[in-house]
DNA sequence: AACATATGTTAGAGACGCTAACTTGATGAG
DNA sequence: CTCATCAAGTTAGCGTCTCTAACATATGTT
């Protein structure tokens, strides 16, 4: 996992934010506190996680993070939102050496999905599961459009249009659909039940060919 | 709309009809409860309910719900209960009049999932969003699996099919995945950026057209 | 009428979110 | 080097929340 020590300004803030902070007493509290809220929201799930326990994690008093987040609601934001990089480079990545305008990219990128879900289903329910519902940050907003362009893209050449037309948005649309469905699924019933019942890279190809012809 | 829930002695009966409990005090708090609690999930959302906030709507003190519900998780759980029967049985009544074996019956019952992802959200939210996952509760379960019945049964009669095949049931859970992603989008956005992008009778028709073939 | 039980109450413990006020320590100016 | 400044931590405490214990009362059975 992602080694976070405290002389490593890994801190990568998104656009926004104030510039990294150096480190003063602890190092870098606010990383820390991000991992701390990462891995407790996957221990405990969304709803049990509290402010209070990641303190006690990080060995910090329980007012310490208000010097670096506004509240609860922000440091599961931004807790999210380091997911979501993670998340996007990862689909990326799952892209390389794969040949372009294959539908394999689709399905590729729909595999990196299933996958985030079932390994990170405590961030993943964060992002997708209503969480921010209610919450008004363009941040997030700009998260999912990336990762909806990126698939975008790939239907684009996928059907050999020029760019990204009605076309291309209607099927990437149903495409998103079904792997976020898809990914919801497996993270309520458990790769268990119904990951063995099917075989999932021979279940987003049927789907892929079906969507794109 | 009567409650198929069998009960253990001390939990006599869910709100409904067939009150087979006298008026005691408040007259039926349970089921005041748990309507206190589905309107404050839809207006403040699932992540700011207290039972605390029910109790007041209720008119009642904060202590009384615990002689009805275990904890503030089982209070949750019986309201998602009572909105998954309304669920099913909007989407059976969704079946009325519409020609057996036809794909129009598949549509039907993907129209209706949406519409309750939309016009319920925060039911929606508790029952697919994840609040279940770490609950284990048969009637949960059991509710789930009928829901994904009645579509499986509608797929075996548009393909074809003597029952439940495998062929079904995976043509089911793609078609299934679709509508459960699509009204998760279509949650999150709203209808106003999506469901305005796409005429979503025309979308669902597309997409049982390209699985049943 | 008397009793047992279901259903409500008040009081309070313990956890949590968050704020106010204080303390500490790194940094840069002179 | 000294010291003022300010970021980043601390303790103390308020209000709210969940849930329990102990008590009070209605119901309906006998």
Not at 132 to 143: F, M, S
Not at 145 to 164: D, H, M, N, R, Y
């Amino acid at each position: 996992m992602s080694s976070t020590e405290k002389n490593h300004p890994t801190s990568r803030q998104t656009a926004g934010l104030s510039v990294s902070k150096k480190a003063y007493h602890h190092g870098d509290l606010r990383a820390a506190l991000i991992e701390a809220t990462r891995q407790l929201v996957e221990e405990k799930g969304p709803d049990s996680f509290s402010v209070s326990e990641a303190c006690r994690r990080a060995g910090v008093s329980t007012a310490a993070p208000y010097k670096h987040f506004k509240d609860k609601t922000e440091m599961l934001v931004a807790t999210v939102l380091e997911g979501m990089d993670r998340h996007r480079d990862k689909m990326l990545a799952a892209l390389e050496g794969v040949p372009e305008g294959s539908p394999e990219r689709i399905t590729a990128i729909g595999m990196e999905y299933i996958a985030f879900a079932l390994n990170e289903p405590g961030i993943f329910r964060l992002k997708f599961g209503g969480f921010t519902d209610r919450i008004a940050d363009p941040r997030l907003e700009d998260g999912g459009q990336q990762s909806f362009g990126i698939l975008l893209t790939e239907v684009a050449k996928c059907l050999g249009e020029p760019g990204i037309t009605d076309e291309v948005r209607r099927r990437g649309f149903l495409l998103w659909s079904f792997v976020h469905g898809l990914s919801f699924i497996l993270h309520d019933k458990g790769l268990a039940e119904k990951g063995e019942e099917f075989d999932l890279h021979t279940l987003l190809e049927d789907v892929s060919e079906r969507m794109l012809s």
